[in-house]
């Protein structure tokens, strides 16, 4: 099993930034890609950044060029940079960690919440 735990969320003003951690513990040897997803009270939750095991980001149209995902593997840690903050960013946001080779995340942390004032 791999637990997640995410830290970093908090309330920032519109235009702030943030940055979210992401630890990973366990069977972390069971990891491919870990990426970002959040959800917005009264909607469906969705994607935010994603990064592979080989280093490679791909990104939501709505976080690009604001928000950056890096990954330190020694320490089984991914971080999601959020600059530019909007009010609609307001979220839960939640890590997921992959299997290689599979698109939908295999586990979740607990979300941690972004409230972005404006």
């Known amino acids: 099993q791999v637990q997640l735990v995410e830290s970093g969320g908090g309330l920032v003003q519109s235009g702030g930034s943030l940055r979210l951690s992401c630890a990973a513990s366990?069977?972390?040897?069971?990891?491919?890609?870990m990426g970002w997803y959040r959800q917005a009270p009264g909607k469906a939750r969705e994607f935010v950044a994603q990064?592979?095991?080989?280093?490679?980001?791909r990104y939501a149209d709505s976080t690009k060029g604001r928000f950056t995902i890096s990954r330190d593997s020694a320490k089984n840690t991914v971080y999601l940079q959020m600059s530019s903050l909007k009010p609609e960013d307001t979220a839960v946001y939640y890590c997921?960690?992959?299997?290689?080779?599979?698109?939908?995340?295999?586990?979740w942390g607990q979300g941690t919440q972004v409230t972005v004032s404006s």
């Open positions: 366990g069977s972390t040897s069971r990891i491919g890609g």
């Open positions: 997921g960690a992959t299997l290689p080779g599979r698109g939908a995340p295999a586990y």
């Open positions: 990064i592979s095991s080989g280093g490679n980001t």
